[in-house]
């Protein structure tokens, strides 16, 4: 104890050891000051940091609409195969040389697999609505899985080859079921920006306007052919679309097309040029989903 004593004592004794106390001392306190004012900032930025939602690195999987760099739609038609509205449609369609996309049931594949196998065969898109019509977000991931595993067979069946799109029924499903169904099935999913309400049937010439009131390249129109009014106003709609330039493709083809949201370089997107010539429409943005 003496000799710490001692020691203690020769370093403050030691002019130039006193010295170098003296400016580790002043460092000290001055890092300290530095840290109490450094500290507030660092712990709003940790706190901002949190708030702010995950960089989106994972592919996209749901889809309401896609951006696109042309006057590109998809007409989608839910629910059927329909014994008698089916084969109506797709006559017209034939017609308008219009490809579609029909989100079928599973149940009225197997019931009616040729009309699906015509689709097919017209160059229209199978993809799958489920077996019957259920909502996902209230089910198990047992039965969810069942659903969509008969469908996909439905469908192989009828046609030769698994659908690559899920529409869930009611748009209804939770992150975690997109999540595990892409996984496990391979399937984007599909959901809509247009919607007429065709399943009220307010008659063809409401499903029509709506239509042709809220459609915009990039498009993903829903409709259902289980409905005669849907079918009925689909002639005119089809005319009045292409009279717009709208051209038709398959839900799939839109997603292949898909292109940047911010295609514009950042210095043109400050000037007034390059907000004149950017989109008018936000594409992916839809008020519902
Ligand atoms: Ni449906």
Redesign the pocket.
């Known amino acids: 104890m003496a000799g710490s004593a001692t020691y203690t004592r020769s370093i403050f004794y030691h002019p130039l050891m006193a010295k170098y106390c003296l400016l580790l001392a002043c460092a000290a306190a001055f890092s300290f000051t530095f840290a109490l004012r450094a500290e507030p900032p660092v712990q709003h930025a940790e706190a901002a940091q949190q708030k702010t939602p995950a960089p989106p690195n994972e592919p996209k999987i749901t889809f309401n609409s896609v951006h696109v760099d042309g006057p590109y739609i998809a007409m989608t038609f ?2 059927g195969p329909s014994a008698v509205l089916t084969p109506k449609l797709l006559d017209l369609l034939a017609t308008h040389h219009i490809k579609a996309t029909f989100f079928v049931i599973g149940e009225n594949v197997a019931e009616h697999p040729e009309i699906v196998a015509r689709a097919a065969r017209e160059g229209h898109e199978i993809a799958s ?1 489920s077996w019957s ?1 259920p909502n996902f977000a209230k089910m198990s991931q047992e039965s969810v899985r069942s659903q969509l595993q008969r469908t996909d067979d439905a469908i192989k069946s009828a046609i030769g080859k698994s659908p690559t799109l899920l529409r869930p ?2 748009g209804s499903i939770t992150e975690r079921e997109k999540r595990w169904i892409h996984d496990e099935f391979g399937y984007d999913i599909v959901l809509w920006d247009v919607d007429p309400l065709d399943w009220k049937r307010p008659g063809p010439a409401v499903v029509r306007n709506r239509i042709l009131k809220e459609t915009r390249p990039g498009s993903i129109v829903l409709s ?1 052919d289980i409905h005669p009014g849907t079918v009925e106003a689909m002639p005119s709609t089809f005319d009045e679309l292409e009279a717009k330039g709208f051209k038709f493709v398959t839900v799939s083809e839109l997603l292949a097309m898909a292109s940047p949201v911010t295609p514009y370089p950042k210095a043109e997107a400050v000037g007034k040029t390059a907000a004149k010539a950017a989109p008018p429409a936000v594409p992916g943005s839809s008020p519902g989903d």
Do not use: L, M, W
């Open positions: 839910d629910d609505h019509h029924p009611y259902h």
